[in-house]
């Protein structure tokens, strides 16, 4: 239980960093070209894999979906172009 509030507690600190206030009530107009997965050792590196994809998928930018923490790191997002 510790475990899930402190990445929670990271995880939106982290998200949360990079997104102004109206930015997080935008939609996005732009279109959306997939989605990428990615399975990791630490948060950090999670994130820099799903970037990483996005940007070999050909997008312009992407909101993290979902992250998990446990044994690994795994976790999904939107790619926009």
Do not use: W
Request: proline share 1%.
């Amino acid at each position: 239980m510790n475990k899930f509030i402190l990445t929670a507690l990271v995880l939106s600190t982290t998200l949360t960093a990079f997104i102004t206030p109206a930015q997080a009530t935008q939609t996005h107009t732009d279109a959306v070209i997939g989605t990428v997965s990615a399975t990791a050792s630490t948060l950090t590196e999670l994130e820099n894999l799903l970037q990483d994809k996005a940007i070999r998928l050909g997008g312009n930018h992407y909101t993290i979906t979902s992250a998990r923490m446990g044994n690994r790191t795994t976790g999904t997002a939107i790619v926009y172009k």
